[in-house]
């Protein structure tokens, strides 16, 4: 686990002692998403020179999951030179490491174009509760809506109910997502970091 979140570790920082690498903020984010890149890409040479087409999760080559929470941070609302080497690193990251074990999930509360010009290319959506009917589309394609992806009107007692939408099916589908408690992620990181490994 690769996790960047920019809003000082507010949300994941409960989770550093079982990341992989773990960013707190954008301009250190940024040098953790290019870490990544340059990781996955190195592996990319490897497996081809060595005419592996897809890679099997080892220890060798993990699966390696970059989370981004609050992307707009990384896309749109932080320091332009930031912005500018962020983009091309991420879109490599969605388009070329899919086959050996790379993957990435990224969060945003405003799912425009503009503020996320890469949205197109992540292969799974995922909405929950959204302000507006348009936003339904935006996040998960267009004609989602009208196919029953009603996240714009999800009630707020319904915390964790989303809909999904991945590509090469056309229907989305509903969702919910159970809730962690702080006890919760504090057992798991435990678990996690005093097991033994096999």
């Keep these: 686990m690769w996790v960047v979140d920019p809003k000082g570790g507010q949300e994941f920082g409960a989770g ?3 990341f992989h690498a773990f960013a707190d903020n954008a301009r250190d984010g ?4 290019d870490t990544y890149v340059k990781t996955l890409d ?6 081809g020179r060595a005419g592996i087409r897809t890679a099997t999760p080892s220890v060798e080559t993990p699966l390696d999951v ?14 332009k030179d930031i912005i500018r080497a962020f983009e091309p690193l991420i879109s490599t990251a969605l388009t070329q490491f899919r086959s050996v074990g790379g993957r990435v999930v990224g ?3 405003e799912p ?3 503020v996320i010009p890469m949205r197109g290319l992540f292969p ?41 939408k991945q ?32």
Excluded at 30 to 33: A, C, E, M, N
Excluded at 42 to 47: G, H, I, S, V
Excluded at 179 to 196: G, S
């Design 16 to 18: 550093r002692a079982m």
């Design 30 to 33: 940024l040098t953790l998403v």
């Design 42 to 47: 190195a592996r990319k040479l490897d497996l």
């Design 66 to 79: 970059l989370v981004i929470d609050e992307l707009s941070a990384m896309t749109a609302y932080g320091d």
């Design 107 to 109: 969060a945003t509360q």
């Design 112 to 114: 425009t174009k503009d």
């Design 124 to 164: 799974t959506k995922i909405a929950l509760r959204l302000d507006q009917a348009s936003y339904v589309d935006m996040c998960l394609g267009e004609g989602a809506r009208d196919m029953g992806a009603f996240a714009d009107k999800i009630p707020a007692y319904l915390p964790g109910v989303a809909y999904v």
């Design 167 to 198: 590509d090469g099916r056309r229907e989305p589908l509903r969702s919910r997502a159970p809730y962690n408690t702080d006890a919760d992620i504090a057992e798991l990181v435990e678990f996690c970091t005093t097991r033994t490994p096999p």
